[in-house]
């Protein structure tokens, strides 16, 4: 089952080495990286702050995982991190995530 893992960062910089790394370790299929601004309560105050927001593309089997992955690797005190199961998707889609991630890390090539 397709899950979006849902976490920001605070710049590109940051957004890009924490994909790669992600990929690298086949913990998802795909990373999207999109530039938002923020607005949240922190320490007692409204801040507003631009980031940099990552959707994680993973395969439900790998989520536990990730979440540890990104609790050791995430630059934030506390860090957003949300899983987001999806109901419906693209079938083609569906496999093509299964195929990279949790076929390709139960190889013994990982």
Known sequence: MLRVVMTTVESLKQAEELSDKILKRKLASCVSIFPITSKYWWKGEIERAEE?????????????????????????????ILVIPVEIANEDYLRWVEDVTVREAASPDR
């Open 52 to 80: 940099i927001l990552l959707l994680i593309k993973t395969h439900q089997e790998l989520v536990q995982e990730l979440l540890n992955f990104l609790k050791v690797e995430h630059p934030y005190e506390v860090p957003e």
